[in-house]
């Protein structure tokens, strides 16, 4: 094996195979990249993305119910029960009993969550920038519109 200038076994070159080709594959580099740069970017205030898009949500949807979160993102509702404890815990959201239904719990972003996913809002729009910055407007919005098509049911 070739040694570098230090002495060090040079690095080989790894074959892939089949997997560049694969889109499962390049989405999930894609994936990686996008965690990592969003980790950098807003992971100073706790929140990872799947926390990000909850707040997002009930934002949208003030007094939602946790089964209609469950379905908005995709996650089963005991994962989104420990999800609202999450954000209960730390004062961003609040549950409280719908006066229709006692046993659903309506879902409402607290005062200090707005605040906290305003200034959300503004980093994630730079990291999106961050990301996209090699796409035109045109290629992007083509981009979420074909990543769109692969998932299995309408949103």
């Given at each position: 094996m070739p040694r570098k200038k230090s002495g060090a076994p040079a690095a080989r070159k790894i074959e892939l195979g089949l997997l560049p080709s694969l889109l499962g594959y390049q989405l999930r580099l894609a994936q990686i990249a996008i965690f990592r740069d969003f980790a950098a970017s807003i992971g100073a205030h706790g929140v990872s993305p799947g926390l990000f898009g909850v707040l997002v949500i009930i934002e949208a949807n003030p007094g939602m119910k946790q089964t209609e979160l469950a379905r908005a993102t995709h996650l089963d509702r005991s994962t989104v029960v420990s999800v609202i404890d999450n954000l209960e815990r730390r004062g961003l959201v609040v549950r409280s009993?719908?006066?229709?239904?006692?046993?659903?719990?309506?879902?409402?972003?607290t005062a200090e969550g707005a605040a906290l996913l305003k200034q959300l809002k503004r980093q994630v729009t730079q990291h999106e920038k961050r990301l996209a910055h090699q796409l035109d407007a045109g290629e992007r919005n083509t981009l979420i519109g074909l990543l769109a098509k692969i998932l299995p049911e309408k949103r």
């Open positions: 009993a719908e006066t229709a239904d006692r046993r659903s719990n309506a879902l409402h972003v």
